[in-house]
């Protein structure tokens, strides 16, 4: 593991960083409130490592929600991974022993930095360069939430409006991508599916058959783009 690759990839997870800290920090502070020490932020982190699946979990664990109701809020809240993992079978196919981990740590920013460096500078290796961005940024989560849970437990916030943050970042991420992506039409149509969806189903339902209908049109597309390179 070369100096290159590793300061390559800690230029590249800078913006993550400074996003990672502060919302680790948000939900370092209402888990905080809800009555848990620091030692649960870092065990959550360390083990999920997924942002708005664990603000989900601090009111599953407050409530004391069934493991069932756990695992269906938990594969609708990350449905989308299913799609990340599916386009990056062949970029991990051959990543030896940092596979298990990279897949693991496969968080929606890791995601649009590792596809949005389809070229490395010289003398990076992409292997490494891939596992060492998503321990950088798992490390600057964990610190985020382990900070936020001891100034929780230390010092009176009102924690109101703290987990509309990762609101906020998936559409900075969405932004980002549509900036840079030639082709806007999975954006499109995954905006007018939810959409759709939302005023059918509601608020409270809507996700799964959201996904549904974007895997359906995505497979679609996919196979009309084959046909026209054809």
């Not at 960083?17 to 888990?31: D, E, K, Q, R």
């Not at 695992?71 to 990340?84: G, P």
């Not at 597309?221 to 026209?228: D, N, P, W």
């Amino acid at each position: 593991m070369n100096k290159a690759t590793v300061k390559h990839a800690f230029i590249s997870s800078l913006p993550v960083m400074a996003g990672y800290i502060v919302l680790g920090t948000g939900f370092g502070i209402l888990l905080s409130a809800k009555g848990y020490s620091f030692w649960w932020a870092l065990l959550m982190s360390i083990t999920i490592f997924a942002g708005s699946m664990q603000y989900v979990g601090v009111n599953l664990l407050a409530t004391g929600a069934s493991v069932l109701s756990t695992a269906l809020m938990t594969l609708m809240v990350n449905a989308r991974h299913l799609f990340y993992g599916i386009s990056m079978i062949e970029d991990y196919r051959d990543m030896g022993w940092r596979k298990w981990y990279v897949i693991f740590g496969l968080t929606d920013e890791t995601y649009s930095l590792v596809c949005g460096n389809p070229k490395l500078p010289d003398g990076v290796e992409r292997k490494n360069y891939t596992f060492l961005l998503t321990l950088m940024n798992q490390c600057y989560w964990i610190f985020g939430s382990v900070l936020g849970a001891i100034l929780g437990n230390a010092v009176s916030f009102n924690s109101a409006g703290i987990d509309f943050s990762m609101t906020a970042l998936f559409v900075i991420i969405f932004v980002e991508q549509w900036e840079k992506a030639k082709q806007h039409f999975p954006a499109i149509l995954g905006l007018a599916v939810s959409v759709i969806c939302l005023l059918i189903f509601g608020a409270d339902s809507f996700l799964v058959p959201s996904m549904i209908g974007i895997s359906i049109g995505l497979f679609l597309f996919q196979i009309k783009m084959e046909r026209g390179t054809e």
